[in-house]
């Protein structure tokens, strides 16, 4: 079946701007991940969806930065008023029921540039 | 916090030999233990994910340990094949449902 994909896939914004990374999880996944991979943090995490349950949101940088997710599947990151240090790539991943034994599978990633 | 360390950053061997990737981690709270492979430009892909309850885990070519107590995991690769050549990144899972990476070995394996 189709894996988690992301889109899109490259995004040049100026600083300042607002942009929206929009995530697909796998098909019948409960659970979705957000990650940002940028040069000298390594990967990190931002937000954690689970169902209906609020999301985990410890991972957010700063307020500029929200996320949600419609009807249990779709998901969209915005970042509000980018700066350059929110250049990186995006990742999103999926798992079947976020419990402590599932494997998470990952997206492609959005790279963002903010120039 | 937990803290992952992967050592070596780098790592450069000629085809066909064996080779082991460490990973430690800080708390040994942890429900599982994750090994990704990352191609330039590409997302993750999952090669072996261990229980906190198993000690190794094996795929074709790859074997992954762990020793929980002591917050260690280990990657070993047979006969290493220049295809072999990404960056592998070792993750666990805590308490909270999201993972944390370490900051991955970047391998080359040279024809």
């Known amino acids: 079946g189709a894996g988690v994909s992301q889109s899109p896939s490259n995004k040049v914004t100026e600083k300042g701007k607002d942009v929206e990374l929009r995530c697909d999880p796998i098909?019948?996944?409960?659970?979705l991940y957000w990650y940002r991979q940028s040069l000298g943090q390594g990967l990190e995490f931002l937000i954690y969806?689970?169902?209906?349950?609020?999301?985990?949101k410890s991972g957010l940088p700063s307020d500029r930065f929200s996320a949600e997710r419609t009807g249990g599947s779709v998901s969209t990151l915005t970042i509000q008023r980018t700066q350059q240090e929110d250049s990186a790539v995006y990742l999103c991943?999926?798992?079947?029921?976020?419990?402590?034994?599932?494997?998470?599978?990952f997206g492609p990633g959005t790279r963002l540039t903010v120039l | 916090k937990q803290e992952v360390t992967q050592i070596p950053a780098a790592l450069s061997v000629p085809e066909g030999e064996n080779l082991v990737l460490n990973c430690s981690f800080t708390?040994?709270?942890?429900?599982?233990l994750q090994w990704f492979r990352q191609d330039p430009g590409k997302g993750l892909t999952s090669l072996l994910l261990?229980?906190?309850?198993?000690r190794e885990q094996t795929s074709g070519r790859l074997n992954a340990s762990l020793d929980k107590s002591s917050g260690r995991s280990t990657l070993y690769i047979a006969a290493s094949q220049p295809g072999d050549s990404a960056t592998y990144l070792c993750?666990?899972?805590?308490?909270?449902?999201?993972?944390?990476f370490g900051s991955g070995t970047q391998l080359t394996v040279l024809p």
């Open positions: 708390d040994s709270a942890i429900y599982n």
């Open positions: 993750a666990v899972k805590g308490s909270a449902r999201q993972l944390t």
């Open positions: 098909s019948g996944h409960t659970a």
């Open positions: 969806f689970q169902g209906n349950s609020a999301p985990d």
């Open positions: 991943a999926s798992s079947f029921q976020g419990a402590s034994s599932d494997t998470q599978y």
């Open positions: 261990i229980q906190s309850s198993q």
